[in-house]
């Protein structure tokens, strides 16, 4: 039996086929790469398939995107809204979907609504088309901030999102809707703004972010014709008394 070093054939018959054994690894990676691909293009083709056939039920769409905002699924927003729903669809009490997310304190569901809605603000037609460049830039919150509803016969305005958001003390949210240029000073029902509400619900950070945004601490609602420092005094009373103070508005 021979020994010593091998020959020069040797060696180049088993670096062939080291080499061959390297090349079929890579072939089998690349055919197992292609499949998982294909697998992962039939998945996605079902999951449109379903989705046209849940859009395809009347009413499917507005339970669903009302169910995201207020349980706060950011991620199931953003679908849907990528296959097309109508962000500014309204619940049964004139309540766009930005209104629920804030009310409930949904920061990322909320961003989602408004980059939505800039979105499609941006693709709004400028003078030429009847609407003005600084009305797009803050069409998607100011729609939702004066948009009214009926119900029944008796119309009334529903409390803007970011009043909404400053009543439940969801600083983050306040922080959100006046990056997009939400009027600090906007008024609701009984002619309320956000720094009446926190200042009612005892949100002190969000009164100090109101208030370095310009909030007008002299505002008078029409309900009681208090300010904001009015309406936390009575509101401290009332508690004292009666339990929480109610609340007035939507």
Same mark, same amino acid.
């Given at each position: 039996m021979?020994?010593?070093?091998?020959?020069?054939?040797?060696?180049?018959?088993?670096?062939?086929?080291?080499?061959?054994m390297?090349?079929?690894?890579?072939?089998k990676?690349?055919?197992?790469?292609?499949?998982?691909?294909?697998?992962?293009?039939?998945?996605?083709?079902?999951? &449109?398939?379903?989705v046209k056939?849940?859009?395809?039920?009347?009413?499917?769409?507005?339970?669903?995107?009302?169910?995201?905002?207020?349980?706060?699924?950011?991620?199931?927003? &953003?679908?849907?809204?990528?296959?097309?729903?109508?962000?500014?669809?309204?619940?049964?009490?004139?309540?766009?979907?930005?209104?629920?997310?804030?009310?409930?304190?949904?920061?990322?569901?909320?961003?989602?609504?408004?980059?939505?809605g800039?979105?499609?603000?941006e693709?709004?037609?400028?003078?030429?088309?009847?609407?003005?460049?600084?009305?797009?830039?803050?069409?998607p919150?100011?729609r939702? &901030?004066?948009?009214k509803?009926?119900?029944?016969?008796?119309?009334?305005?529903?409390?803007?999102?970011l009043?909404?958001?400053?009543?439940?003390?969801?600083?983050?949210?306040?922080?959100?809707?006046?990056?997009?240029g939400?009027?600090?000073?906007?008024?609701?029902?009984?002619?309320?703004?956000?720094?009446?509400?926190?200042?009612r619900?005892?949100?002190?950070?969000?009164?100090?972010?109101?208030?370095?945004?310009?909030?007008?601490?002299?505002?008078?609602?029409?309900?009681?014709?208090?300010?904001?420092?009015?309406?936390?005094?009575?509101?401290?009373?009332?508690?004292?008394?009666?339990?929480?103070?109610?609340?007035?508005?939507?």
């Amino acid at each position: 039996m021979r020994t010593g070093p091998p020959s020069r054939g040797s060696t180049f018959v088993g670096r062939y086929f080291i080499r061959k054994m390297e090349e079929e690894r890579k072939l089998k990676l690349e055919m197992e790469q292609k499949l998982q691909l294909q697998e992962e293009t039939e998945a996605e083709q079902r999951y &449109q398939e379903i989705v046209k056939l849940f859009r395809s039920v009347p009413g499917n769409d507005l339970d669903r995107a009302i169910a995201a905002a207020m349980n706060g699924n950011a991620a199931a927003m &953003q679908f849907l809204i990528d296959t097309g729903i109508e962000v500014e669809m309204t619940d049964s009490d004139g309540k766009t979907l930005l209104h629920l997310a804030s009310e409930a304190g949904h920061t990322d569901t909320v961003q989602v609504l408004l980059n939505a809605g800039k979105n499609a603000a941006e693709n709004v037609p400028t003078a030429a088309g009847g609407r003005h460049a600084e009305d797009r830039k803050l069409l998607p919150v100011a729609r939702a &901030q004066v948009k009214k509803e009926r119900v029944g016969s008796a119309p009334y305005y529903i409390n803007p999102p970011l009043l909404l958001a400053a009543r439940g003390g969801h600083l983050k949210v306040c922080e959100l809707l006046l990056s997009f240029g939400t009027d600090v000073n906007t008024r609701g029902q009984c002619n309320m703004t956000a720094l009446h509400f926190a200042a009612r619900g005892g949100h002190l950070d969000v009164c100090e972010l109101l208030v370095s945004k310009g909030a007008d601490m002299n505002m008078k609602e029409n309900f009681f014709y208090k300010t904001p420092l009015d309406m936390a005094i009575i509101a401290i009373l009332y508690a004292s008394l009666y339990g929480p103070p109610i609340r007035c508005g939507m």
